[in-house]
């Protein structure tokens, strides 16, 4: 016996109920019109000029008249022109004998007030209000039914369901997530044997909750975990609840809801739940908003449901910090799974997932490209790979080669080059020496991670760029090699100045000066690495969410705290700048040479700067090897 399928409403019985509505509603409105139009037929104005209705009321045609102000509006004695059976004129100036001629014509003076709007201008107005009204009441009347057949389905959900074989997507199409895979591959094993968890008296968690940054692969996820159990898949934005009607979005919950346990077993996903489910009573105004009666129904309908159900709710979020703690407690989103970004040996299986419809040429490493893109998502490889395949088809080429790849890189994390750019001389003998500068030392320092390419073309806001390469995927930095990446980040401005003076330095150091402020002060304030301030965090902490952080922020030190925060920030930078000063005189030949190759080729890599200076060994973790000596050592005496 397989899966039964869920019974269908009937649509006869859905199109005749909305027909009946809709005629109802058209029937008001053409009553409406057509009683109005009557009220109004009796009486034609024409506008005429002030000459003309002189030559009316000297001729004997007008019965009466309203005058108020400079509008003059009255009665004809018999019809004009067949039709108008009144009219309206404007008084240009004052008229004294105007008054006299009225009285000598024996035309009735009324002094009623005129109203500014025609009998037409009432017309559409009130029918105006008419539609508001009848179209208000249906809407109200399908947000409290909940039937799809009222106020034009507003109350329906907006969830889009695949079902099981429409959707291909399966474990092995997500790569870089293996943590991630494990945990929701008891879901899996829930949805396809139930009876399995049952007969143990185990209960598989109600809701999972997919935490990571965008484009990490949260959505593939649960597309993979529907694929994998074989059942419908619903997915639906948090956005998409709520609507500027109140009780639309709890409504749309409540249908979701209830569309889900028809086709149950089944997976709800939930996309951007912070849409939705941010703290409740935390905002300035008013806390009873649609957003919070959208994520009351949501928590009432996740308490509703017994997992048992075959119903199991996946969410994604990249905020889950300012969820409200009702969806967080066991019994709703009970397990919150990370999908984090990806390391090298995930990022080389996503780059292979997404090649596999691609051509590639012979010299294709992807190793390389894996090491060379540290802190890309499985998003950003994707766009790597299809930046490549573009560039290969603008070169007519019928696979992917080593450089497409290298240029799609260098195109995602760096921007386009901007050859059209033209620089003076002045500026690109700068620039040649303000990355010559960053690439000698970054070759010389033991610490530093090896150079990768190093261009004077611009790319993007730079006007050059040296790109360096990690050997192995890092996870935390030591004080030494923090402060020899500061060294290679002042190189640039250390190089103006030893080759041009303190008097011709540059604002091309500009993002390398915030870029190292902002390190310096995270090694002060954050990691402990102040021999002066010691291993003590200094922050500010954060009022509660929507209150905004300039209004309830307050800093956890004192104001002679602050004062020596900045004074290490800037003793530090000083003196890594200075060192980087001194080393660039030692190897101030290196220097001109580099920065005269630049100016000939525009683009160097590793292998041509390793030709150029030299080999250097690159050492890090310099001590490690006498700690495990040492250690290996005592074990043996022991």
């Known amino acids: 016996m397989g899966r039964k399928t869920p019974r269908k409403n009937n649509p006869f019985a859905t199109q005749s109920n909305q027909s009946m509505y809709v005629g109802i509603f058209l029937l008001i409105v053409l009553v409406s019109t057509f009683l109005l139009l009557q009220l109004t037929s009796g009486r034609m104005e024409k506008a005429i000029s002030y000459s003309q209705f002189l030559g009316y009321v000297t001729n004997g045609y007008i019965m009466s008249v309203k005058i108020e102000g400079q509008i003059i509006r009255g009665d004809f004695k018999e019809q004009l022109e067949g039709r108008y059976t009144g009219f309206v004129t404007i008084l240009p100036l004052m008229d004294n004998e105007l008054l006299p001629l009225l009285k000598q014509s024996q035309v009735e003076i009324i002094g009623e007030k005129v109203k500014d709007q025609s009998g037409w201008s009432l017309t559409w107005m009130t029918v105006g209000g008419l539609l508001l009204l009848a179209f208000i009441f249906f809407l109200m009347r399908g947000v409290q039914g909940g039937d799809s057949s009222k106020a034009f389905t507003f109350a329906k959900s907006r969830a889009r369901l695949h079902r099981e074989n429409t959707n291909k997507v399966r474990f092995t199409d997500v790569a870089g997530c293996e943590e991630a895979k494990q945990d929701l591959q008891e879901v899996v094993e829930f949805l396809k044997r139930p009876q399995k968890f049952n007969a143990i008296g185990a209960r598989i968690p109600k809701g999972v909750l997919l935490v990571g940054s965008p484009g990490t692969g949260k959505t593939l996820l649960a597309k993979a975990v529907a694929g994998e159990a074989g059942v419908p898949f619903f997915s639906v934005s948090g956005s998409e609840f709520v609507e500027m009607f109140v009780g639309v979005g709890a409504a749309r919950v409540r249908d979701l809801f209830s569309e889900a346990r028809k086709h149950a077993p089944c997976i709800v996903f939930i996309d951007e739940l912070d849409a939705v489910g941010r703290s409740r009573g935390t905002g300035l105004g008013g806390s009873h908003d649609e957003r919070e009666q959208t994520l009351n129904q949501i928590l009432v309908e996740m308490d509703g449901f017994d997992s048992s159900e075959g119903l199991i709710i996946l969410a994604a979020t990249n905020r889950p910090d300012i969820l409200d703690p009702a969806l967080l407690r066991p019994g709703r989103f009970d397990r919150q799974v990370v999908v984090d970004k990806p390391d090298i040996k995930a990022r080389e299986a996503i780059l292979k997932i997404h090649t596999r419809k691609v051509p590639l040429a012979s010299d294709v490493d992807l190793s390389v490209i894996a090491r060379g893109t540290p802190g890309f998502t499985g998003a950003d490889l994707e766009n790597l790979v299809n930046e490549a395949a573009l560039n290969a088809a603008r070169n007519n080429r019928k696979k992917v080669t080593m450089e497409d790849l290298e240029f799609a890189k260098d195109k995602v994390s760096l921007g386009p080059e901007r050859r059209s750019l033209v620089l003076s001389e002045e500026d690109k003998w700068m620039t040649a020496y303000h990355e010559a500068g960053h690439a000698i030392l970054g070759h010389i320092l033991p610490l530093t991670d090896p150079i990768h390419k ?66 310096v002060r995270t090694m002060v304030c954050e990691w402990g690495m102040s021999d002066v301030l010691g291993p003590v965090r200094y922050g500010e902490t954060e009022g509660p969410v929507f209150l905004g952080k300039d209004l309830m922020t307050r800093k956890n030190f004192s104001e002679r705290v602050h004062e020596l925060i900045d004074e290490e920030v800037q003793k530090i930078i000083t003196t890594c700048y200075e060192e980087a000063l001194k080393l660039l005189k030692k190897h101030e030949e290196k220097l001109d040479l580099l920065a005269k190759t630049l100016i000939e080729k525009e683009v160097l890599n590793g292998d041509d700067i390793k030709q150029l200076l030299g080999e250097v060994s690159k050492k890090h973790f310099p001590r490690l090897e006498f700690i495990k000596k040492e250690l290996s050592e005592s074990t043996s005496q022991a």
């Open 454 to 519: 190093v261009t004077i073309i611009p790319r993007g806001q730079a006007l050059g760029i040296t790109y360096h390469l990690p050997e192995v995927e890092k996870r935390s930095i030591v004080k030494e090699e923090a402060l020899q990446n500061i060294i290679m980040a002042m190189g640039g401005r250390a190089a103006e100045e030893l080759k041009f003076g303190k008097d011709y330095i540059s604002s091309g150091a500009s993002s390398d000066i915030d870029h190292v402020t902002r390190f």
